[in-house]
């Protein structure tokens, strides 16, 4: 039976290589010379570190450009609150990945309504999507590449 795994991922990677040029974009301006500003990146959470708010503003646009360039949806960021205090300031960037639960339930009741003739489950984070035709698989994936989600989706582990 054909069916396809629909999932969430960002190439850990591409985004390491973002958050160095970003670094290195940092260096060279001349209104970030010699004010410690940097990014860090520890897992899937980028921490921006600056003196002053509106630094991080900034920041944060160069982070997004960077991470746009390398193709990384910029869905998949979750922009904290800004903290500051009198000497510096400093703000996470999350990068979300996988389907949690919620996402996967309204992508599986999407699914259901749309009377397809196909099958979704949720399997851990990813939606494992069933059916016995592949012209109903390439309907389910056109369906959920229209549907307005919180997190960019790619299709894999196409089988037939």
């Not at 899937?44 to 944060?60: E, G, P, S, Y």
């Not at 009741?109 to 012209?135: F, H, P, W």
Request: proline letters at 2%; hydrophobic letters at 40%; charged letters at 30%.
């Amino acid at each position: 039976m054909p069916s396809f795994d629909a999932v969430s991922e960002v190439n850990q990677h591409e985004v390491a290589n973002a958050i160095d040029q970003a670094n290195r974009e940092l260096s060279q301006r001349f209104d970030f010379k010699d004010t410690g500003a940097r990014f860090e990146l520890e897992d899937f959470t980028v921490t921006l570190h600056a003196q002053v708010d509106f630094q991080l503003k900034q920041m944060l646009e160069i982070v997004k450009l960077r991470l746009g360039k390398r193709g990384i949806d910029l869905k998949c960021l979750e922009v904290k609150e800004p903290q500051t205090t009198l000497s510096a300031a400093h703000q996470e960037v999350l990068l979300r990945h996988g389907i949690d639960a919620e996402t996967g339930k309204q992508l599986t009741r999407l699914i259901k309504d749309s009377k397809l003739k196909v099958q979704a489950s949720l399997q851990g984070e990813k939606v494992r999507v069933s059916g016995k035709q592949r012209d109903d698989l390439q309907a389910a994936i056109a369906l959920l590449r229209g549907a307005k989600l919180d997190r960019p989706l790619q299709f894999s582990n196409f089988r037939d």
